[in-house]
Nanobody
Framework: QAQLVESGGGLVQAGDSLRLSCAAS????????MAWFRQASGKEREFVAAANWRGGSTYLADSVKGRFTISRDSANNMVYLQMNSLKPEDTAVYYCAAARAWLVVDSSDYNYWGQGTQVTVSS
């Protein structure tokens, strides 16, 4: 059974850093694109970053460029989101997702989802 499990969320202050991890298992994700989305309370889920699983290409939303980095460890089926210079507006539940297609930023194009991890940034 395919499973994506996020970890690493927490409560931090503005300007701090966090690294989120996503462990993929139960399915061959070797040809999938992996991404991070986030959903703040009362808002729609939005795309944050994506990485092509094998090609090493990455794409970031404009709102996080220069602050966030997505990376993946294909050998260990892990995907990471390094978040620096965090702002209160980054507060959200962060989800890991997998898609068969590259490059897609609409959540409806993603086939597998994790349960999410909460990130709260205080001012």
């Amino acid at each position: 059974q395919a499973q994506l499990v996020e970890s690493g969320g927490g409560l931090v202050q503005a300007g701090d850093s966090l690294r989120l991890s996503c462990a993929a298992s139960g399915h061959s994700f070797g040809t999938y694109a992996m991404a991070w989305f986030r959903q703040a309370s009362g808002k729609e889920r939005e795309f944050v970053a994506a990485a092509n699983w094998r090609g090493g290409s990455t794409y970031l939303a404009d709102s996080v460029k220069g602050r966030f980095t997505i990376s993946r460890d294909s050998a260990n089926n892990m995907v990471y989101l390094q978040m620096n210079s965090l702002k209160p507006e980054d507060t959200a539940v962060y989800y890991c997702a997998a898609a068969r297609a590259w490059l897609v930023v609409d959540s409806s194009d993603y086939n597998y989802w994790g349960q999410g991890t909460q990130v709260t940034v205080s001012s």
